[in-house]
């Protein structure tokens, strides 16, 4: 790459037109240079090794994890079908190039609010098909559990979408509490109470009955019953009271703890009839009317579903019988996400579709109910991974890449070391008969070059040729590893060694906290060039000075993959074109974007390194096009350096006062003062992120 006639031919094309004007005729004409140059560019050869579409759908799994949403176009980029294939698309990476025109740099959060509303419907049309085909005599009310993405505009969205339905809120605290209160007003429509409760929170959500709000409070913690007897009292309102249990049934894998004697939330089996009797004596039992549990997150596998709620609805069944006013069995959480494709069992998959799920509660409960004869109750559950994860895709930039050099070596004389001579044999006579053996061979040598250095043995220059041709070997081996069917386990890491790093505009703490805390894998791939074979193998390292600040582990059919597959940089076309850019970097922009990361990850991303909030925009499909709902401005370095308790104008004072003393000392001239001063003032206002 790089070295095509086209580049140089382009170059003057534009230094002419700089000599002239800035008309736009003439930037056409360097784009039509440019375009006749690229097709000087060696083309790759015709016929089946040539890549196609195809092939990127296959190595991205784009269909496993993106169906219905995400696709591949002719032209080789992403496409977008928030409505699925009942509605149109649009083509991701010419969005992103007209958001960027729009002044919105990247990291760039982009949300459809139209897959926000197809989730709904989709969970609602599930259950709805469930109690149809199962004759199931009561109805299915969710509820979006709100600490999954707290932001207001999707919350908005999300009450109006599901208002068809009578879709509700969910709150685990008192500020979303506050939020669900202001913002639900969907008639019918359940305001579930969750988390830790005191006088007030418990007050309010009983108040907020005389609003016409649905506020169900449920009873998580032994001393919650008496807050709530005491708050009944005094506000002379009957509160609607829910209890969560602790089944044994328990989750698997990350989020396994939420269920059992031992989690966090819920009563045991004999404080939920301590509560019983209390509430009797309170002459309250009539207000106890829902049964909730939560096993945890992201549950991949069916058969914990199903056991899960085959217990629950035994204690529903037995808290009829024990004489509470039963009317509503809460689910909670947990209907996964494939975020492989993989549709298994394993932690970053589920082996289950969203219709199974639905059949299973409804199954489960009206079987229960029946055998027991009470009235089946109105269901409910807290979706909100499945809910809110499509919705939002997060497109970010390579800033550049880091190669392991590998070159052709050229052969040692009889004078240099024979450590040297040893590594160059080796790489020689590498074949694929005898790759393993050598791959140890060099291991080996390499390691003596560095104690030969150590004790003085190896000059500095020896030592780096030997390097040198310790990854040349690496590379061979790798060529050759890559054409076996089985790949011997001491040589698996060897293609994580040899990766290049891909330096990308994020920051992984901010926009994909799971990713760094629990190894949650996230489906990552270009968003353009998919008709082009992407050829590297690399990992992602991000813009914090953390080594943790790393991507290197992807989706794969099969467990994780420690590469992505990616493509090289290719050079700028036209170098001197950086008219519309605060800083160019050398390479056209390379923009990878990773999915399925609205839930959860926007608010527990944290400011570190202080990079701040990513801007975000809110997309709806028109019947023309696409339309900019909500711009959401990410922080400025003055917003974030404020949650550290800086003053912009404090700073810049300080500067100012530094330079006036280093001009009195005639340490800085006029100018260079001026210039720090309007870079450092300038820098204030803007993004957190490189501009690329
Ligand atoms: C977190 C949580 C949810 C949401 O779980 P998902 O797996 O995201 O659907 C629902 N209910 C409760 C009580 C929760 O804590």
Redesign the pocket.
Known sequence: MGKQPGVAAAKIEKSESDHLSSSPQLNHRSETANRAAAKLEPQPPAGENRWTIEKSEELYRIQGWGEPYFSINAAGHVTVSPQGDRGGSLDLYELVNALKQRNLSLPLLIRFSDILEDRIERLNACFARAIARYNYPGVYRGVF?T??NQQRHLIEDLVRFGKPYQFGL?A?SKPELMIALATLDTPGALLIC?GYKDREYIETAILAQRLGHIPIIVLEQVEEVELAIAAARKLGIKPILGVRAKLSAKGIGRWGT?AGDRAK?GLTIPEIIQAVDRLRAADLLDCLQLL?Y?I???ISAISVIKDAIREASQIYVELVRLGANMKYLDV????GVDYDGSKTNFYASKNYSMQNYANDVVVEVKETCEERQIPVPTLVS?????IASHQSVLVFDVLGTSDVQAEVPTPPSDKDPLIIRNLYETYESLSAENYQEAYHDATQFKEEAISLFGFGYLSLTDRARAERLYWSCCAKILEIVRQQDYVPDDLEDLEKIMASIYYVNLSVFQSAPDSWAIDQLFPIMPIHRLDEEPTQRATLADLTCDSDGKIDQFIDLRDVKYVLELHPLKPKANPNDNSTEAFTTAHEPYYLGMFLNG?YQEIMGNLHNLFGDTNAVHIKLTPKGYQIEHVVKGDTMTEVLGYVQYDSEDLIESIRRRSEQALQENRITLQEAQLLLQNYEHSLSRYTYLSS
Do not use: I, T, V, W
Not at 332 to 335: A, E, I, P, S, V
Not at 382 to 386: F, K
């Open positions: 559990p600490k999954c969910e685990g969750n939420s939330f909730h939560h945890g997150s992201q909670g959480g947990g209907l807290e979706s909100g991974r499945a839930a």
